[in-house]
């Protein structure tokens, strides 16, 4: 299936949920309360940022599958996928085990308010049973994309992305705003697609006549060891500014931040789309054509992302005063701006971090990821201290110029010392 169609299905997977996003927000926000909505905004992020605990078994599914799918023995590649359903099933509950001891703990550090603070543990609890199934979707969404089967792998990604914002509207209708409630219903909906991608890879997994031995999780562990690393890492550095918010100037405030952001951030859709059709395409390439593939679509992409974030700073503002309200607008404008610099350049630097991982290169991802969030740490701390959520916004595009710079120097260093100049062409 070519790269336009595969890019197309990852749009519609992350893409179509956002008509519900539009939707069902300003229902959720005015029915909860600014505090009560702040502390879903963390559920929503909490549970995406512990598939983490995959271990990078997601992706370096889609690598080994993608490297050998042509010519390894079919036994063979159920024997990873066996491998990495294990793989995925023990450490989605060691995630498990560990949010569900901290929930009281990370309740009181997130700055909740009294009143919230038992429904906010019992809805962290929830979260952590939901870890399980994330993690192993996690893991066989990567095995499809192998497999370049994009359109089933975003079926599933419509479905969670629609749940999260349906389920707790549905929840609220019935139960009233309970966040421990709404949390049961997220929880169901993730074991749900866990069984949904399963049957999806049974017929793959049929062919497993050979037993899976150490060779097998070796091989995942090698690729995705350092993706754990930036798995752990980047994340914490994408949403992580939400909990520093949280901290420093209450819940209360959060929406303020993480509205705008979690809607600007649905542009980097578009790069994420691109990147993940383009990783097993770039994985089979050898020597020059490699390069010339990546160039070509690189630049398309540069391109795509600047018209997307001029169009956002034109119409960011009528559709918050709109959508939400004049104060809401007003107050968050000033972070918008901040914000789409910052997506911007995150944007582009999906393409460089897809060289390297195509590459097998995913340490060098992972010490930059490092690198930056010793830097990030105290300086967001810092900046939301002295300037607040505008501080936080600085922070954050801080740390994705450094990201972005980090990558494209080792890719023009990697293609310098491995690659010659080609005039071959490439088709979509």
């Known amino acids: 299936m070519s790269l336009r169609i595969n890019t197309l299905w990852n749009l519609a997977g992350s893409g179509l949920p956002l008509i519900a996003a539009i939707a069902l927000i300003p229902y959720l926000l005015n029915l909860m309360g600014n505090e009560s909505f702040g502390i879903l905004t963390l559920i929503w992020a909490l549970v995406g940022y512990l598939s983490l605990f995959d271990l990078g078994i997601g ?37 498990a085990i560990s949010l569900w001891y901290f929930s009281p703990l990370f309740v009181k550090w997130l700055n909740v308010s009294v009143e919230f603070q038992n429904d906010a543990v019992n809805a962290f609890k929830l979260c952590a049973i939901a870890i399980i199934p994330t993690v192993i979707t996690s893991g066989f969404r990567g095995a499809l994309e192998g497999f370049e089967r994009f359109a089933a792998s975003n079926l599933s990604k419509m479905i969670v992305g629609f ?49 899976f031995t150490k060779r097998h999780f070796t091989q995942l562990f090698d690729y995705g ?19 520093f918010v949280s901290v420093l100037v209450g819940a209360a405030l959060l929406p303020y931040y993480a509205i705008p952001q979690e809607g600007l951030f649905r542009m980097l859709i578009i790069p994420s789309a691109i990147c993940s059709a383009l990783l097993p395409k770039l994985t089979a390439l050898k020597g020059n054509d490699f390069v010339v593939y990546y160039d070509k679509n690189a630049k398309k992409l540069i391109k795509l992302m600047l018209l997307l974030c001029l169009l956002a700073s034109v119409l960011t503002y009528p559709v918050l005063y709109f959508w939400l309200s004049p104060t809401f607008a007003d107050k968050s404008m000033a972070i918008v701006f901040i914000l789409i610099i910052g997506v911007f350049v995150n944007g582009i630097s999906m393409f460089p971090y897809t060289f390297l991982h195509a590459k097998a290169k995913t340490k060098l991802t ?25 501080g936080a916004a600085l922070a954050w595009l801080v740390r994705v110029t450094l990201d972005y710079t980090l990558l494209q120097i080792t890719v023009n260093k990697f293609i310098k010392k491995s690659y010659r100049p080609s005039t071959l062409k490439f088709d979509n």
């Open 366 to 390: 992972a010490i930059f990821h490092i690198i930056e969030l010793c830097i990030y740490v105290p300086l967001i701390w810092i900046f939301t201290h002295k300037f607040g959520l505008i």
């Open 163 to 211: 749940s999260m914002f349906v389920l707790p509207a549905i929840a609220i209708k019935i139960h009233g705003t309970s966040l421990s409630v709404i949390a049961l219903y997220l929880c169901l909906m993730r074991v749900a697609i866990a069984f949904l991608l399963v049957w999806q890879i049974l017929p793959y997994l049929k062919n497993c006549q050979s037993k």
């Open 225 to 243: 060891f350092w993706l754990t690393i930036s798995g752990i890492v980047g994340p914490l550095m994408v949403y992580g500014d939400r909990f």
């Open 59 to 95: 992706r370096s599914l889609t690598y080994q599958i993608s490297k050998s799918k042509n010519s390894a023995d079919p036994s063979e590649i159920a024997a990873t996928l066996m491998a990495g359903l294990i793989l995925t099933l023990l450490t989605g509950t060691l995630g």
